[in-house]
């Protein structure tokens, strides 16, 4: 089994990344891809999951032990295949996925990409009580979500807000960096820098 990966990322491709580890190629499927580009030709650890069926294997990576940790919990349910799993992921916060399970909110769950009622009422039955004691990493605060209130949409933060948006992030982790980026911002940093600096906060946490 592969725990992880420490390796300079080689290439973005439509659906994964390339991962360069003493001379040999590993692709990696990952949540929105170009969310990596900042990291091109540079080193990136991602927690993995090596999945194997007869006709097929492939790895799967993730930022923090959490999201792999769901991921495995979708892979559990009758229908959920690793795509499917992988996409709703990369189509809202893992955080928003959970509270939808618990909730019953099948509505939520059809809007994600391959989940069908069916399927929603499925994940719904073997996954709400299990997700009820499930732990995520949330690193949203409430001077955050204040922060993000005042001054979202103003200035050089809704260019930020767009560029970042476009790139696959969802709201909060769009808030999260805006946040940590106030001074940067403030003093007057150029758009393309304040990206790169964005990408790198979100990477690491």
Do not use: C
Not at 84 to 103: G, T
Not at 136 to 155: L, N, Q, R, V
């Amino acid at each position: 089994m592969i725990e992880f990966l420490q390796a300079t990322l080689y290439s973005i491709e439509e659906d994964s990344i390339i991962l360069q580890v003493n001379g040999m190629g590993y692709q990696v499927f990952v949540p929105n891809p170009i969310q990596y580009s900042v990291f091109l030709d540079q080193p990136l650890f991602v927690y993995t999951h090596h999945h194997m069926r007869e006709d097929w294997m492939g790895l799967f990576g993730f930022k923090t032990k959490e999201e792999r940790n769901l991921f495995r919990l979708f892979l559990s349910v009758s229908g959920i295949g690793p795509k499917v799993a992988l996409s709703m992921l990369a189509q809202v916060e893992p955080k928003q996925v959970i509270q939808a399970i618990v909730r019953e909110d099948e509505r939520t769950l059809t809007k994600l990409p391959g989940v069908g009622k069916k399927t929603a009422q499925r994940i719904i039955l073997d996954l709400k009580d299990k997700l009820k004691e499930f732990t995520f990493k949330d690193t949203t605060s409430d001077k955050i979500e204040a922060y993000a209130t005042s001054h979202m949409d103003k200035g050089k933060d809704a260019d930020l807000q767009e560029a970042l948006k476009a790139l696959g992030y969802h709201d909060q982790e769009v808030q999260r960096a805006i946040y940590h980026l106030t001074g940067a911002i403030d003093q007057g940093e150029s758009i393309d820098i304040l990206i790169k600096k964005a990408l790198q906060i979100l990477m690491k946490e």
